[in-house]
């Protein structure tokens, strides 16, 4: 998508180790005429499909989840990081992190997540997949239905989008970053 690469290319800093920061439009300010506009593309990229739900993981995939369920119509539920001693009837798994490299539990209630849900991930980055197999986990043990897995940014120098993609999975990313050696973004 035109608007989100120039902006990655203009606003987006790189760090040792391949991280990209996109703190000025995604991650800590947020831009919501793109994320608006992003949400608008992935609507265009799953029209084929039936969603009913929204999901995404906290923190960062919450703005771009919100804006996808007000595009849709439809309800956006967000996995927790911390597991709260009152969820009922919930729903756990385990997710590597790999910005932070280490694991933690997330959470969703069956109450939000179940065999009527046809379930649309949204999240803002697809790196190793940990995070977007651990939502797979959490979608199964639910017994809801994966319609497709949108991120914004995908590092296409990760093996995330091959593993999801190698699923059958209906994978869209918005941006492809293809490498960030020697801190330049270059895009694909
Ligand atoms: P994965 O689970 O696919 O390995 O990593 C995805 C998660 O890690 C995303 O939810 C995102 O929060 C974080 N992440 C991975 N790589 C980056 C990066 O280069 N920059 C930022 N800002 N977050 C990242």
């Not at 649309?120 to 939502?135: K, Q, R, T, W, Y």
């Amino acid at each position: 998508m035109k608007e989100l690469k120039e902006r990655i290319l203009n606003d987006g800093k790189c760090f040792t180790g391949g991280i990209l920061k996109v703190d000025n439009f995604i991650n800590h300010q947020m831009d919501p005429t793109l994320m608006r506009e992003m949400a608008k593309e992935f609507a265009k990229r799953f029209s084929s499909h039936n969603i009913n739900k929204v999901l995404t993981i906290e923190a960062s995939g919450i703005a771009p989840a919100i804006m996808m369920g007000e595009e849709l119509g439809v309800p956006v539920l967000f996995a927790k990081k911390n597991v709260p001693s009152t969820m009922e009837n919930m729903l756990t798994t385990e997710v590597y992190s790999f910005t932070k490299n280490k694991s933690y539990s997330v959470c969703v209630s069956a109450d939000y997540l179940s065999p009527n849900d046809r379930v649309l991930f949204i999240d803002d980055f697809l790196a190793n997949g940990n995070a977007a197999i651990g939502i797979i986990d959490l979608v199964n043990k639910a017994g809801a239905k994966l319609e497709g897995m949108g991120f914004l940014i995908e590092k296409g120098f990760q093996d995330g989008g091959e593993k999801l993609r190698s699923k059958g999975i209906h994978v869209e990313s918005l941006a492809i970053i293809d490498s960030l050696d020697n801190c330049t973004i270059t895009l694909r």
